[in-house]
């Protein structure tokens, strides 16, 4: 398995400010996810994050609004900017490793509130 | 895009009872995950599906893809309180999806 861990675990935020979100893992992974979930519905995948290069976005989300970094193999960020209350949810990072097949190792999520 | 379906959105049953989710894909999967998540947690890997027909069990769960591979499903026998969660179907065509998932509640 992965140990994951997000920053800020919660944040409520004012309309129009930006947050930016924190993913480490424990070990080398070979891809991280960012996904959003709102409360009671399922994940939606933002973007992959590409390590050394921009993330894939995934479509109705782009870099302007979702700038991800992944500087190296167990870290990446996921800001997001010019906040509005429809962007209040749950933000998670997960990454899968070369050595599993594929399953999702997830984060513990970051619940964010915007006013 | 890619059109998944799973059903039931919620299902409450009393402890002892059994429980089915199913999951249908519009289009032929290459492999197909199922995950769990428990009230306030986050989604936790059970199992991955390759092939056609296939069916894998852990302990009271047990796990089927279809022969088409377009659809599986979970079934947990003899519920107890802490399979309690959602249930979620995560297909893999050029890339991995969730489902809406199968909301659980059991009633001891």
């Known amino acids: 398995s992965a140990v994951i861990s997000q920053k800020p675990s919660r944040d409520i935020c004012q309309r129009g400010t930006s947050l930016t979100i924190q993913c480490q893992v424990d070990?080398?992974?070979?891809?991280m996810f960012w996904y959003r979930q709102q409360p009671g519905q399922s994940l939606t995948l933002i973007a992959t994050?590409?390590?050394?290069?921009?993330?894939?976005?995934e479509s109705g989300f782009v870099i302007d609004k979702f700038p991800i970094s992944r500087p190296n193999l167990t870290f990446s960020t996921l800001t997001v900017s010019n906040m509005s209350p429809e962007d209040s949810s749950i933000y998670l990072c997960?990454?899968?490793?070369?050595?599993?097949?594929?399953?999702?190792?997830f984060g513990p999520g970051t619940r964010l509130t915007v006013l | 895009g890619q059109q998944v379906m799973q059903i039931p959105q919620y299902q409450h049953v009393q402890e002892g009872e059994d429980f089915t989710t199913y999951c249908n894909s519009s289009?032929?999967?290459?492999?197909i995950q199922w995950y769990k998540q428990r009230p306030g947690g986050h989604p936790v890997f059970l199992i991955q599906?390759?092939?056609?027909?296939e069916v894998k069990k852990q302990k009271r769960l047990t796990f089927q893809f279809g022969e088409a591979k377009k659809n599986s499903s979970l079934h947990i026998t003899a519920t107890q309180t802490t399979d309690v969660g959602t249930y979620f179907c995560?297909?893999?065509?050029?890339?991995?999806?969730f489902g809406s998932g199968t909301k659980l509640n059991v009633k001891p």
């Open positions: 997960s990454v899968t490793r070369a050595s599993s097949y594929n399953e999702q190792f």
């Open positions: 070990s080398q992974v070979t891809m």
């Open positions: 994050a590409n390590q050394g290069s921009e993330a894939t976005y």
């Open positions: 289009t032929t999967l290459s492999n």
């Open positions: 599906l390759v092939k056609s027909g």
């Open positions: 995560a297909p893999k065509a050029d890339k991995f999806y």
